[in-house]
């Protein structure tokens, strides 16, 4: 039996034991609790231990098949540039019966829809107001955005082991056509809520009727036009070169957009987080029907003979397979010591923790027989550094196995800790994780857990585990967030990185 397996039984095991004790000894806690402190006296005390730190930078994350997707351009003076693209398939509109744009028709617009995460603040006099959510960086200042024709076939399973689902990289380069579909300068905006499609008759120019386009909830969402021309080109003109009869034959002769930020003339800039699930390309046309087909009611008589201007449009969804692409320049950062750590999500960095002096205070807690009550390992914010996109939350876990540690395993995240806690004054200030489980079973004889290197990294929705078996730690990474923390130095004083182990003595009458 592997130490995987034996890991993952004695997890069960845990779980299940946690879960049946705390059922059956509700009712004994009280008479318990009575008769330990009416017994002995208890001598509570501190075991400082020093650990050794370091910064381990990751060179990729697997970028597809995420919950969020970045975009954006942002430069931070401790962490350096990070330029984030999207890659993503085209799927077929759901109701295609016959893809035929019909008589007279005119491409009228093509628009990229993606929505922004957003709350909506407050209505007034039926007035939304809504805040852009999961930006960081300077809202104001423009990057260029451009989107071209991809290139590179994504296919949806792992070409070494069909049985698997291919993974796509942030480091992953695609290629992509010459001429973009659109290129401008772009910034975020939250009124953003309506586009405007000017409808044409036959002859390109005569605008018959112009369509407010917007979602029930008014929510705002990122437009990008395309170029008409371009579109047509492909998509109608061409339509024999492209198989629209199914979803992978579409996909394997238009593979998809290429969506493609660089900087201006100011790095700053911003970087958002979108969720991608209703993204979508709409081509809007217009067409000649005879009067009394299945048309809109808005819909225009052009000659007084039967034969009506009828409003048409294709949604193209954005398919399964959709990837970031992670561009990092580190040349203006500032560099990491022995006094500093850096963590930051989305092919950033982590730290890693040594507990070098842990063997010898096991040792005596061992020959001492005090029991340990609490362990947490202690990280201060470098209150000095230049950066301020602290993640709210980080994690720990095994560096050396990449798996959960046993504390995430009985008892869960929320007693697991490294949430940002903040000073009196609102700024990040420390996170703290609470082991106490870990080192607790690192004093069993016999059968003690392995002393492991530890990793903290920004957290993820990913990193929980779903079931008890569970215990590897996923290769997901798409917070872009990042602290600077106090290492192991002792010039950083009483804010340099902790592990307090307290324990209790029971002193007998």
């Not at 059956?24 to 402190?37: A, D, F, Q, T, Y």
């Not at 399964?320 to 320049?329: G, H, M």
């Not at 061992?366 to 939350?393: G, K």
């Amino acid at each position: 039996m592997t130490t995987k397996v034996v890991k993952a039984l004695k997890y069960a095991g845990l779980f299940s034991a946690i879960f049946f004790t705390i059922i059956s000894c509700e009712k004994e806690i009280e008479s318990i609790g009575v008769n330990l402190v009416d017994n002995n006296n208890f001598n509570t005390n501190t075991l400082p231990t020093n650990v050794l730190t370091n910064t381990i930078n990751v060179e990729r994350v697997i970028a597809n098949g995420l919950p969020q997707f970045l975009l954006g351009v942002y430069s931070d003076p401790e962490f350096g540039k990070l330029k984030a693209s999207i890659v993503t398939q085209l799927s077929l509109p759901s109701v295609l019966d016959e893809y035929n744009y019909g008589d007279n028709y005119i491409i009228d617009s093509v628009i990229i829809d993606i929505p922004y995460q957003s709350t909506l603040d407050t209505v007034a006099n039926g007035i939304t107001d809504f805040s852009l959510d999961e930006i960081i960086g300077d809202q104001d200042v423009k990057f260029q955005l451009s989107v071209y024709e991809l290139k590179t076939f994504l296919n949806n399973l792992d070409p070494e082991d069909p049985s698997k689902l291919a993974k796509y990289y942030s480091d992953k380069e695609f290629s992509r056509g010459e001429t973009p579909f659109y290129s401008g300068d772009f910034k975020v905006n939250k009124t953003d809520t309506v586009a405007y499609i000017k409808r044409y008759m036959p002859d390109a120019e005569t605008v018959y009727d112009i369509d407010t386009i917007k979602q029930a909830d008014l929510s705002p969402s990122i437009k990008i036009p395309l170029d008409e021309s371009i579109i047509q080109e492909l998509f109608v003109n061409n339509v024999n070169d492209i198989d629209f009869s199914s979803t992978d034959g579409f996909q394997h002769d238009f593979r998809g957009l290429y969506i493609e930020v660089d900087e201006l003339e100011d790095e700053e800039s911003h970087l958002l987080s979108l969720d991608l699930t209703n993204a979508k390309m709409t081509i809007y046309y217009s067409n000649d029907e005879e009067e009394g087909a299945d048309v809109d009611l808005n819909d225009n008589d052009v000659n007084g003979e039967g034969i009506v201007r009828v409003k048409q449009q294709y949604v193209f969804p954005f398919g399964t397979i959709k990837s970031n692409v992670l561009e990092r320049d580190n040349s203006n950062s500032k560099a990491s010591g022995l006094n500093r750590l850096y963590v930051q999500g989305a092919a950033g960095s982590i730290a890693t923790i040594e507990l070098v002096e842990i063997d010898e205070n096991l040792a005596d807690l061992q020959d001492n027989n005090w029991l340990i009550t609490d362990a947490n390992l202690i990280f201060y914010v470098d209150q000095t550094a230049s950066s301020s996109i602290a993640p709210e939350q980080l994690f720990i876990y095994n560096y050396d196995d990449n798996e959960q540690l046993l504390d995430m395993m009985t008892e869960g995240l929320l007693a697991l800790g490294g949430v940002l806690e903040r000073d009196d004054a609102d700024e990040p200030y420390r996170y703290v994780f609470k082991i106490t489980d870990y080192i607790s079973e690192l004093l069993i004889e016999g059968e003690p857990l392995d002393l492991v290197t530890l990793g903290v990294k920004v957290y993820n929705s990913t990193d929980i585990p779903i079931s008890v078996t569970d215990n590897t730690i996923k290769d997901f990474s798409w917070d872009p967030k990042g602290v600077v923390l106090y290492g192991h130095d002792e010039s950083a004083g009483d804010k340099k990185i902790q592990l307090e182990i307290s324990y209790t003595e029971i002193v007998s009458d």
